[in-house]
């Protein structure tokens, strides 16, 4: 009995003692806005062009509004 108390404390202390680590870690930086994500500005003297599709139409949007600068506002969804 008296073994299974000194193994519970010393479990107890290094749980403790772990948890403290845990805690004093810095919070997570927050990660940089995709430029695909940035909101844009409407010209209402341009046309509009949309980007549809799922995640890689990600990659395309950023070039594509190089591209199509002067030209047109490009949107993705």
Do not use: H, N
């Not at 003297?45 to 002067?70: H, M």
């Amino acid at each position: 009995m008296i073994m299974s108390r000194s193994i519970l404390c010393v479990l107890l202390t290094i749980a403790s003692v772990a948890s403290l680590g845990f805690a004093a870690e810095k919070p997570a930086a927050k990660k940089p806005v995709d430029p695909a994500f940035v909101p844009i500005t409407d010209d209402p003297k341009l046309p509009r062009v949309l980007l549809i599709g799922d995640s890689i139409s990600i990659g395309y949007t950023v070039p594509v509004r190089k591209l199509l600068e002067g030209k047109a506002t490009c949107t993705a969804s």
